[in-house]
């Protein structure tokens, strides 16, 4: 993994935010619920991209439209490509980026991210707003976890042997940045989904 503290300056942050809040009119926060009982999530999400991942009593999926409002994903900025190009080194661009809003008590349980057909692209996450506790672990749920607090303008990349490593988001912690209008945290994460290499740029 790589983690890349501080990485965007609060110019660079705010006009990610600006970014988002257009992709957002365009594509509405949802809430997802489990798959098969249906609970929602405590997470607000939406997505930008050729394909966004969805979660619903069906299943975890990708597809090409939004749940709510049936049209196609807004494209990702070109802001977010560049800083996958610069970061990543990947030949292949992010065909997925998700939008998550953590209100001040939102959380995410312990997960790997392995909805993807392509697990050599990495898997990079950009955090804005309030710090949150990340936690990381290994190929196993069972496997010991180091925590980390995640601050506005920082990057963290899972790839290689992390790839597929149990992580999640323990708590926010409200009132810890002044960069969003609310308290809160919006994780963006990019993912590559397929191994398609004619969807290139």
Known sequence: MQYLSGYLDEAAQQAL????????????LFTPTMPRWGRPFSVRMSNCGPL???????????QATHPVTAEPWPPIPQSLLDLWDVTTGYPLPPEACLINYYHPDAKMGLHVDNDEEDFDAPILSVSLGDDARFRLGGRERKDSTESYILRSGDIFILDEEDRLAYHGIDRIYPGTSMLLKEAGR??????RV???CAKGR
Not at 52 to 62: A, I, L, N, P, Q
């Open 52 to 62: 966004g991942w969805v979660s619903d009593k069906s299943g975890y999926r990708y």
């Open 194 to 196: 397929t191994r398609d």
């Open 17 to 28: 935010v600006v970014e988002i809040r257009a992709l957002v009119a365009k594509a509405p």
């Open 186 to 191: 919006i994780n963006l994460t990019m993912r």
